[in-house]
């Protein structure tokens, strides 16, 4: 590892804590005026286009057609299926509750892992926390009660259950994808092949002859240049420095920060409540993550003769609403 300085290391947790948390409440003030998939690839194109000049200017080569076929399957998969249905979900879907919901990406990654060809069973503690996760998701979607403090329907929560299943498989298909060795160009790739397919699905679902620019309003504009400078750039920019700096197990602590900090900052900005039992099924979820990425770490200290796959954490096991 790069030699670092502390303070460095602290201001990258906090952005990458903070500012990705928060990026669930920047997208419900987007929405007041973009629409969910014009919003979407908007950001992402134009992150997209910024990252791939600034990582070709730092050096990294000119990818191959085989890294661009990787990165437009994982593009279409993180940020068509994954933030894509995000921004849709959220039309209906409180904030912090759509945080959570998303926050069993890691519990869908260990299950993936263990169902695939060769896979290994996960630990006592990894499989505590997925039966955890799987209940709070279970308790939340038991029909007859509000998710929140007024009824929001199963069709949201639904697609962001499904989504959270698309970007593990793309989180294991990551790991063995040809792609390019920089990190900030394999995102900016991703980046640009998923806002483009997301600008598509705007063409054919008509939401550009509903959008009219003039109608965005200061509050949704803001929002908009938040999570196009903070959430894409800078939030992207931390993560991939402590990725480079410090643990997978540390990196993927903000799998289960980040959820905290969208419910709280709904809840202090959007005055977003949660129902009792969509409190429980909340913190089942968190804690799950929780055991997740402790026994997963645990187990990654071991020698590496006993590692196992399922034992070395992916820095991309949440859907980062980047």
Known sequence: MTETRPRGVALAFAAVYLIWGSTYLGIAFALEAFPPFILGGLRFVLAGSVLYAWARWQGAPRPQLIHWRSAVFLGVLFFLCGNGSVSWAEQTVPSGLTAVLVAVVPIWAVLLEWLKPGGVRPSGGTLT??????????????????????????????VLVIASLLWACGTLYSRSAPLPASTPLVAAMEMLCGGIALLLLAAVTGEWRQFSPQAITPKAGLAFLYLFTFGSLIGFTAFAYLAKVTTPVKVSTYAFVNPMVAVFLGWLLAGERLSARTLMASLAIVAAVVVIVVSRGARARLPARQQTADEVPAITDEIPAV
């Open 129 to 158: 926390g997925m039966v955890l996760g799987f209940g709070g998701v279970a308790l939340m979607m038991l029909p007859g009660q509000a998710l929140a403090s007024h009824p929001i329907g199963l069709a949201g929560p639904l």
